[in-house]
């Protein structure tokens, strides 16, 4: 049972009366999975990371090898991880029409997986892996049969540490054959935005076109470090209509936002969804 504090108490009374009959977009990022088990990148106990670039990852093997033996070594526990009471909350915003769709930041896939159906992944998704030379693509799970096959002596060690994108930092990447394309034999890459590249044109426009056709946008999860997020909350603010952020710590949008959490994601988006549609979780189908 979720007993807020009163600064919380105070903001879910204001938030409710401000987003009471109107449609919302909701846009998340990586503090929405990390009831899921995913950590977060920058919050508070957030791992320390050096991203691959991708520029990195194309100039050669041996970052290629890096990435696919860390990468590989996170998917067991990242594809495992299960949609938390804050990805079900959206989802049933959605069915009841109260939300016109999520933009999300997250690429783990579980908003797909709680129900919701207008998912907009503006930093794609690891479920899929594509060439870079002839575009086939493939399931992220048959290449990671393959990669087992491959590397019969690479084993999953659950004490590492999981990364925010599914990956963890390996001790051996030595031997480790890299997975290629079976059409061309070409460069394969995770359908993912890296550092160093930029969200897809026809994806933002899509992640727009759900801020406009909205009435409300409720961030949640998001420092708003990354320009993507913060380009659409300055959409929402040039069209005048209210923001609302549920985020613990500060981010780059608190000032323009017409109510700030500083709470957890998955217990404000339960509340708001009780009071907005008038359902419980344990009542949602």
């Given at each position: 049972?979720?007993?807020?504090?009163?600064?919380t108490?105070?903001?879910?009374?204001?938030?409710?009366e401000?987003?009471?009959?109107?449609?919302?977009a909701?846009?998340t990022?990586?503090?929405?999975?990390?009831?899921?088990?995913?950590?977060?990148?920058?919050?508070?106990?957030?791992?320390?990371?050096?991203?691959?670039?991708?520029?990195?990852?194309?100039?050669?093997?041996?970052?290629?090898?890096?990435?696919?033996?860390?990468?590989?070594l996170?998917?067991?526990?990242?594809?495992?991880?299960?949609?938390?009471?804050?990805?079900?909350?959206?989802?049933?915003?959605?069915?009841?029409?109260?939300?016109?769709?999520?933009?999300?930041?997250?690429?783990?896939?579980?908003?797909?997986?709680?129900?919701?159906?207008r998912?907009?992944?503006?930093?794609?998704?690891?479920?899929?892996?594509?060439?870079?030379?002839?575009?086939?693509?493939?399931?992220?799970?048959?290449?990671?049969?393959?990669?087992?096959?491959?590397?019969?002596?690479?084993?999953?060690?659950?004490?590492?540490?999981?990364?925010?994108?599914?990956?963890?930092?390996?001790?051996?990447?030595?031997?480790?054959?890299?997975?290629?394309?079976?059409v061309?034999?070409?460069?394969?890459?995770?359908?993912?935005?890296?550092?160093?590249?930029?969200?897809?044109?026809?994806?933002?426009?899509?992640?727009?076109?759900?801020?406009?056709?909205?009435?409300?946008?409720?961030?949640?999860?998001?420092?708003?470090?990354?320009?993507?997020?913060?380009?659409?909350?300055?959409?929402?603010r040039?069209?005048?209509i209210?923001?609302?952020?549920?985020?613990?710590?500060?981010?780059?949008?608190?000032?323009?936002?017409?109510?700030?959490?500083?709470?957890?994601?998955?217990?404000?988006?339960?509340?708001?969804?009780?009071?907005?549609?008038?359902?419980?979780?344990?009542?949602?189908?």
């Open positions: 049972m979720f007993t807020p504090d009163a600064a108490a105070d903001a879910l009374e204001r938030a409710i401000l987003l009471n009959g109107r449609r919302l909701i846009l990022g990586a503090g929405v999975s990390t009831d899921s088990g995913i950590p977060d990148y920058r919050g508070e106990g957030a791992p320390v990371r050096t991203p691959m670039t991708a520029q990195q990852f194309l100039a050669g093997e041996d970052a290629r090898r890096r990435y696919w033996v860390g990468s590989h996170g998917w067991r526990a990242f594809s495992a991880a299960q949609p938390n009471a804050g990805h079900r909350a959206i989802a049933d915003l959605e069915r009841a029409g109260v939300a016109t769709g999520v933009v999300t930041q997250n690429v783990d896939g579980l908003h797909l997986r709680a129900g919701s159906r998912v907009v992944e503006l930093h794609g998704t690891m479920r899929r892996v594509f060439c870079t030379h002839c575009g086939q693509v493939f399931d992220r799970r048959d290449l990671a049969a393959r990669v087992e096959a491959d590397n019969p002596w690479l084993s999953v060690d659950e004490d590492l540490p999981l990364g925010p994108d599914g990956d963890v930092s390996p001790d051996r990447v030595e031997g480790f054959r890299i997975p290629a394309c079976t061309c034999g070409g460069v394969l890459k995770p359908d993912v935005v890296f550092f160093g590249e930029f969200v897809p044109t026809e994806k933002f426009r899509e992640a727009e076109q759900l801020v406009h056709a909205s009435q409300a946008l409720v961030v949640a999860g998001s420092s708003l470090v990354v320009n993507s997020g913060i380009r659409l909350v300055e959409r929402a040039r069209r005048r209210p923001v609302v952020i549920i985020n613990r710590g500060v981010t780059r949008a608190d000032a323009r936002a017409s109510i700030k959490f500083d709470a957890g994601t998955s217990e404000v988006l339960s509340a708001l969804r009780d009071a907005l549609t008038g359902r419980s979780e344990a009542h949602a189908g």
